[in-house]
């Protein structure tokens, strides 16, 4: 925690049941560290799925919580906007804020489709069969390397390394040092006073250290972007060589996060997922071929990015509510992706689930996610070795969550192994 009272699981509980619902804050990253947040996330869609915090942790904002509103908002980007001059994607984000930086991701259209369209090809199918050698080769290495019988840390050991080594390549950084790019990820979208990050000041120097080592990569990259990694795209694109340093940087904070928290948090859910319903690890034992759905049901259960923020540019009513222009507008994709409207049994992993592709976890229209196939292929990769090697990962404790109200992840998940296929 951030030095603040230690709440009770009791405290929580009370909260929740009692709280008149005007009063909710779901915005609190202690209630996402406790595991909580899907909780109030399921008062708020079933008794005020739009719903106004007037005075929470981070000030006033909508709670949008039901999956077919956050799908209308996704795609009218004339009324809901996305610009960081607007207010950005995050519930805390503003523009003034040194910690926040312009990206694609945080642009309304002509700017986004002309920026997004620049990297779009390091994720081409082409590109990602180039990849694919790459990443079995490093989920095998990582798993040959595990210890049988032995407690060690999932995130660590598996999540973290793959991750770090999938960004290096795709980025052009190097290999050796790939470590470094989870270390500013985690920085970057840490909440200062947290754990991760005391002061803003410390995130700040840790972000300038990130953008001191890309700008000599960039410099290089400007003289001879030839290669295939998204620094040479950027620097040869008509449309971003000449990116603002803001820009440039804004657009490797967003490369970097959005490469590390998904894939990583996706690939220690998912064994946490198949420990938690054993029955469906049967399942994929008896029928590899279920791996094609794993992914997706990972995502929708899981959800690894808990919000995206919209900035209402008009005066709209939604689900009778009336939204005023310039008020902040969160769409919880945590919430979105448990919908029972859209999800029978929505608690449950289920690695058949007919309709797991209309999890909302990449967004939806102009800004779903442009890396979705990439981290698809490097978890299904990972399973499809994990299935050679292990026929059970047992989940010794609860994991350890996420300070924060933006990545819905884990810090640590303490596994053992108790054999290997013979």
Known sequence: MDGAKQESSTDYEDELASLPIDQLDVARPQLFQRGYAPRYLRRLRHEAPVHYCADGEYASYWSVTRHRDIEMIELDTDTFSSDHLNGGITLTSHPDDPQFLPSFIAMDPPRHGEQRKVIAPAFSPQRLGEMTQSLRTWSREILDGLPIGTTFDWVDRVSIELTARTLALLLGYPHERARDLIRWSDAMVALPGSPACPTIEQKLAVMQECFDAFDQIWQA??????????????AGGVETRELSPDELHGNLLLLIVGGNDTT?????????????F?????????DPKRLANLVPEILRWQTPIAHMRRTAMRDVVLGGQPIAKGDKVILWYLSANHDEEIFAD?????????NARRHLSFGAGIHRCVGARLADLQIRILWEEILTRFP????LHEPERSFSTFTHGYSSLLVRIPHRHS
Do not use: H
């Open 278 to 286: 054993p029955r469906e690890r049967q399942k994929l034992d008896a």
């Open 221 to 234: 990259r400007l003289r001879a972007p030839a290669g295939n990694d998204l620094l040479s795209m950027i």
């Open 264 to 276: 990583r948090n996706s690939i220690t859910a998912s064994v946490l997922a198949l420990d938690r």
């Open 346 to 354: 929505a608690e449950d992993f289920r690695i058949d689930r007919a």
């Open 392 to 395: 059970r990962i047992n989940v």
